[in-house]
């Protein structure tokens, strides 16, 4: 529940560090890595976050078998 109305966008990503350190602030105060096939399962997703990762996966394994 939220205390005011307000309107939200998600933005999705798909990363991968390739060194440094990740630097926290007053909006993000913890964070975690999942491989694809970890945030797929996530309970606490939405499916607007899991169907874009699924297809990514799909994506990433067709470019395999392409090599």
């Known amino acids: ?4 109305p307000a309107h939200f966008i998600f933005l999705n990503y798909l990363t991968r ?3 440094g350190k990740i630097k926290l602030n007053d909006e993000i105060i913890e964070y ?3 491989d ?5 399962v ?3 997703i939405k499916e607007t976050t899991r169907e874009p990762l699924k297809k990514i996966k799909a994506m ?3 470019h ?3 090599k």
């Open 1 to 4: 529940m939220f205390k005011r």
């Open 17 to 19: 560090m390739i060194g």
């Open 32 to 34: 975690k890595w999942f």
């Open 36 to 40: 694809i096939d970890e945030a797929i």
């Open 42 to 44: 996530l309970e606490n």
């Open 60 to 62: 990433m394994e067709s």
């Open 64 to 66: 395999r078998g392409h």
